[in-house]
C-alpha cells in the first residue's frame, strides 16, 4: 500500500529534551516536506527537500533540523523543544515537486511541557 | 496581509445546496492552486488543481481562478453531510518549491 508514515504518532516531553519524529514514504517520492499546523494558523512548511542531500528552509524553519540522506525517509529532528512547539506536524510526499498531490502521513501530535 | 487568505467558517451550509468557498491570495506571480479537504482528526487530501483563469470541473466540484482578482474559489454542488470537513486552499510558488496554505475554511452541511 502507497503510504506515508510518521512515529510516533503522540508525543509528550519536556522542554530540552532532543527528539526526533521520523517520516517514510514508499511511493519513490523525489519531494518531501514538513509542515506543523496550529488553530487558526493552518499548516505553515517548516522544511522541504527536494531530492536527497538537498534541503530548505520554509516559513518557520526555527528550531527545527530535517536530513535526507535517503530518498523514503526525512525526519524531523527538534535539538531543545521548547512549549512554543507545541503542536500538530505532518509529512507529506510527492513526484517531483510541490505542484503534484501532497500525500500527508497521519500526524504527529507533540506537545512539550 | 497573509498570502493565502481564507475566511475560517465555520459555513453552515443545507444539503443539497451548493456551498462556496473562496480563497484570495497576493502574489501575482503565482500560478498554481490546490484545494485539499481535511475531515476532523485526519490529514489533508487533494480535492482539485487548477493553473488556468476560469473553470475546471470534477463531479460535484468545480474551481475557479480569476488570476486578475486573485482570487481561487471552491463549489460544491448537492452538497452531502459527508462533505462536512476544513477545506484547505493552497498556492505553490514559482520561485522555489514552497506551498503556502490558507487557514482553511470550516464547512457544515446540515441534514
Known amino acids: 500500500e502507497a503510504q506515508v508514515t510518521q512515529n510516533p504518532r503522540y508525543l509528550i516531553t519536556v522542554t530540552g529534551k532532543k527528539l526526533t519524529v521520523t517520516c517514510s514514504q514508499n511511493m519513490n517520492h523525489e519531494y518531501m516536506s514538513w509542515y506543523r499546523q496550529d488553530p487558526g494558523l493552518g499548516l505553515r512548511q517548516i522544511y522541504y527537500?527536494?531530492?536527497?542531500?538537498?534541503?530548505d528552509k520554509g516559513d518557520v524553519p526555527e528550531g527545527y533540523k530535517v536530513s535526507r540522506k535517503e530518498k523514503r525517509n526525512f525526519p524531523l529532528i527538534l535539538e531543545s523543544p521548547s512549549p512554543n512547539q507545541t503542536s500538530l506536524y505532518f509529512c507529506?510526499?510527492?513526484?517531483?515537486?510541490?505542484?503534484?498531490?501532497?500525500?500527508f502521513g497521519p500526524g504527529t501530535r507533540l506537545l512539550v511541557l | 496581509q497573509k498570502e493565502v487568505e481564507q475566511n475560517s467558517g465555520p459555513l453552515s451550509v443545507p444539503e443539497g445546496a451548493i456551498a462556496s468557498l473562496n480563497c484570495t491570495y497576493s502574489d501575482r506571480g503565482s500560478q498554481s492552486f490546490f484545494w485539499y479537504r481535511q475531515y476532523s482528526g485526519k490529514s489533508p487530501e487533494l480535492i482539485m488543481f487548477i493553473y488556468s483563469n476560469g473553470d475546471k470541473e470534477d463531479g460535484r466540484f468545480t474551481a475557479q481562478l480569476n488570476k486578475a482578482s486573485q482570487y481561487v474559489s471552491l463549489l460544491i454542488r448537492d452538497s452531502q453531510p459527508s462533505d462536512s470537513a476544513t477545506y484547505l486552499c493552497a498556492k505553490a510558488q514559482d520561485s522555489n518549491y514552497q506551498l503556502i496554505w490558507g487557514a482553511g475554511t470550516k464547512l457544515i452541511i446540515k441534514p
Open positions: 507529506a510526499s510527492s513526484h517531483g515537486t510541490p505542484k503534484e498531490t501532497q500525500y
Open positions: 527537500s527536494m531530492n536527497v542531500e538537498v534541503t
